[in-house]
């Protein structure tokens, strides 16, 4: 299937938001159901997220990936920010402009998250009722996943002293998602699948950009802390649900996040997709078993949008 591909902009709230808007063939010509693409923290449009907008768009969506406030290619300040709130009203931001799109039918709008996009596209829509199907692959609750990996209460309290040093003229404190490259991960005896995976996704040829530079701004980890991505999911969480997970388990969660989210949503139309032999990482970019999650993704969707 032939795919036009246009960069386009649109806003959130006075700042640009950067995105890859992809649009099958004759969907000019008539109303289409449209997926708005979430990429995990730290990642840009051009990685996994993007990945799957190609894959859906082969398979007639029209889909829209882009990159987060204050990252990559969008602007908001301050830079490299990691700001839950923020990221979520990019999704609805994301809907605003699906919805303005002459080919676009707005009853027919959905989200499709990959790790911590998978916990902001289940927060989206929550509290976002245009959103009419969700989907998550190796969906993860970012701020279960930072509470799991600090001393809450110490970091909170550094973050607050960090922004207060900001605010006052220092320079922003600027500090990696992960190692830098295989080297630093070796050094630092670090042996976690997800981890280990996640290094060789975003600092080799596999999936290095750019627009990943793994870089994260210190003062907003105050903000992840505080974030539940679920919170309210046995109320707010109508919509169908899709949520596809590998069985390797490992630091981020998303096995343990798929179980938890698939226990306590709300929705009727719920599914959880558990495959077999395949890592967190896997489902960012290996051929089987993304091919496996777009065929489910694609039943989902046929059958909900």
Not at 20 to 35: V, W
Not at 221 to 241: G, H, K, R
Request: hydrophobic share 35%; net charge negative.
């Amino acid at each position: 299937m032939n795919i036009t591909r246009q960069a386009v902009k649109f806003d959130n709230h006075g700042h640009k938001i950067a995105g890859i808007l992809r649009i099958p063939e004759d969907a000019q010509e008539k109303k289409n159901a449209a997926l708005v693409c979430i990429h995990p923290g730290s990642s840009c449009k051009e990685q996994t997220a993007g990945i799957y907008a190609e894959k859906m768009a082969e398979q007639g969506y029209v889909t829209l990936v882009f990159d987060a406030s204050c990252q990559g290619e969008s602007e908001g300040e301050p830079r490299y920010a990691e700001i839950p709130s923020l990221r979520v009203e990019d999704v609805h931001c994301a809907v605003d402009y699906l919805s303005a799109q002459s080919f676009v039918d707005q009853e027919r709008i959905g989200v499709l998250g990959v790790c911590a996009g998978g916990g902001y596209a289940v927060n989206s829509a929550m509290s976002d009722h245009r959103i009419k199907a969700v989907g998550t692959v190796a969906g993860a609750n970012i701020g279960r996943v930072q509470r799991g990996s600090v001393d809450i209460l110490k970091t909170m309290e550094a973050a607050g002293k960090q922004r207060t040093a900001e605010a006052r003229g220092a320079e922003p404190m600027i500090v990696g998602w992960i190692p830098n490259n295989r080297e630093e991960l070796e050094q630092s005896g670090i042996t976690d699948i997800d981890i280990v995976e996640a290094v060789d996704y975003y600092t080799t040829p596999r999936g290095k950009h750019p627009g990943s530079p793994n870089k994260l701004l210190f003062s907003s980890m105050s903000d992840m802390l505080s974030f539940d991505a679920f919170y309210m999911a046995e109320t707010l969480l109508t919509q169908p649900l899709q949520i596809i997970v590998g069985d390797k388990q490992g630091a981020f969660g998303s096995y343990r996040d798929g179980q938890e989210l698939y226990k306590h949503a709300a929705s009727e139309k719920k599914d959880l997709l558990v495959l077999e032999g395949v890592s967190h990482y896997d489902l960012y970019d290996q051929p089987g078993p993304v091919a496996r999650a777009v065929e489910q993704l694609t039943k989902f969707y046929g059958t909900n949008l």
